[in-house]
């Protein structure tokens, strides 16, 4: 007989919020070099054990718009907006993060900072 996995109660999963972010640069960048980008300035910036404690994991980059999304702990907002500040250069071309807001929901933050850029 199978069970069902046992799933952790809300009050002892890690809280999240929610970065829209817009990338600002000299010519239009993909998702892998948004994604790479942050990550390496993740890592510079907090290093290795912070990354850890803020993981920061990256949900959605629209190409047209040059807008996304990334995730990271509550505890850890400042810490990875100021890796992103951080950020001069993807690949060579020069680029600025520019942060749109923070929310504690995806569908608050696409309602409350996206839909200018046309997310839904």
Do not use: C
Not at 23 to 48: C, H, N, P, Y
Not at 79 to 92: P, S
């Amino acid at each position: 007989m199978r069970e069902k996995p046992k799933y952790l109660p809300p009050t002892l999963r890690d809280k999240h919020r929610y970065i829209a972010f817009q990338v600002v640069g000299e010519r239009k960048f993909s998702s892998k070099e948004v994604k790479k980008a942050i990550w390496d300035a993740s890592l510079s910036t907090l290093g290795t054990l912070g990354s850890a404690k803020a993981k920061p994991w990256f949900i959605k980059f629209d190409e047209g718009s040059q807008t996304g999304i990334v995730r990271v702990d509550r505890k850890y907002v400042e810490e990875l907006r100021l890796a992103l500040a951080l950020v001069t250069n993807i690949n060579g071309s020069r680029v600025i993060f520019r942060t749109l807001g923070i929310s504690g929901t995806m569908k608050r933050l696409k309602r409350k900072f996206l839909v200018e850029f046309g997310w839904r």
